[in-house]
């Protein structure tokens, strides 16, 4: 088929290659344009241009779309058979989403229509989701609302982490859009039950609340590292935490329990295995709290 790629992060990357890989004609890939990153804020290019460049594919790298009429009239131009997007980060317009002959299909990162919009991946492990999957829909104006294409389920278990479940729904979907496209099957309406939405994360979001049930502040680590990342506070420094675990022990919300870093919340404790303080690399919470002044007798905020 020839086909346009809509894709930024790494998790687009592997769906890209796929379907080069398959032998489909893919006429242009459209991603985010390059960004000041880093340190340096040297300006980069973002994984799935560096990909298409990889691949010879053309890039194309709007800035907008909604209102550019010329860009509408130039994809339109290319006379497609499908566009498939993938975690482009920008809304495509009605004269886009319906220029290609067969539309624009969307591997979207949950079992629809739970968890639309823009974190379903970390959404489904902060609730505390069995499972989720991919979902290949045929977009329209609406947001993830479209008719479903093709569904598979992941398992989620106690120790899944965001990075770990991202591989396996990056994996899966690039295998299959690539039957989707072979098999066309019958796109089925979303059910009209069972919707819920993923608001796109701030770094807000990744502060902990000691007060809160030990084991959905343990789920909020597994799901907000490595972005926006999991703090709390000792004083006026701020501590990321980047690997926890329930455990026992009761106490009063954000004292610390033990030398091994446990920590008292609302209902249980939390255990501190992998921390961070600021201008110092990541080491265990046991070492990090020997390290530090009056460790047992510690509040974190």
């Not at 691949?55 to 010329?70: C, H, I, M, S, Y």
């Not at 009605?94 to 949950?110: E, F, Q, T, V, Y």
Request: charged share 20%; glycine share 10%; hydrophobic share 45%.
């Amino acid at each position: 088929m020839r086909l346009a790629f809509f894709g930024s992060p790494r998790f687009s990357v592997p769906a890209l290659r796929a379907l080069h890989t398959a032998g489909h004609g893919i006429a242009c890939v459209y991603a985010q344009p390059p960004r000041p990153a880093g340190r340096g804020h040297a300006v980069m290019r973002c994984p799935v241009h560096e990909a298409a460049i990889e691949l010879g594919l053309p890039v194309r790298t709007p800035a907008r779309l909604k209102r550019d009429e010329a860009e509408h009239a130039w994809f339109a131009g290319l006379a497609l058979d499908a566009a498939v997007v993938a975690a482009y980060g920008l809304i495509l317009p009605k004269p886009m989403l319906d220029a290609p002959r067969l539309g624009c299909l969307n591997i979207h990162a949950s079992l629809l229509p739970r968890w639309r919009g823009a974190a379903p991946i970390q959404a489904a492990i902060l609730a505390g989701d069995s499972e989720t999957g991919i979902t290949i829909m045929r977009m329209d104006e609406g947001l993830d609302t479209g008719p479903m294409l093709l569904r598979e389920t992941v398992p989620i278990s106690a120790a899944t982490t965001t990075p770990e479940l991202h591989d396996t729904l990056s994996a899966l979907g690039a295998g299959m859009i690539v039957r989707v496209l072979a098999d066309m099957p019958e796109a089925v309406p979303q059910p009209a039950e069972g919707v819920t939405y993923a608001a796109k994360l701030t770094r807000e979001d990744g502060r902990i609340d000691f007060s809160r049930d030990a084991a959905l502040v343990a789920r909020q680590v597994r799901a907000l590292n490595p972005w926006p990342g999991t703090f709390a506070h000792i004083g006026q420094e701020t501590l990321k935490v980047l690997q926890a675990v329930p455990a026992a022990g009761q106490g009063a919300p954000g004292h610390v329990l033990d030398a091994l870093f446990t920590v008292a919340c609302g209902d249980g404790a939390l255990r501190l295995l992998r921390v961070q303080r600021p201008g110092r690399p990541a080491m265990s919470g046991a070492d990090c709290l020997r390290g530090l002044p009056d460790g047992l007798h510690l509040v974190l905020t």
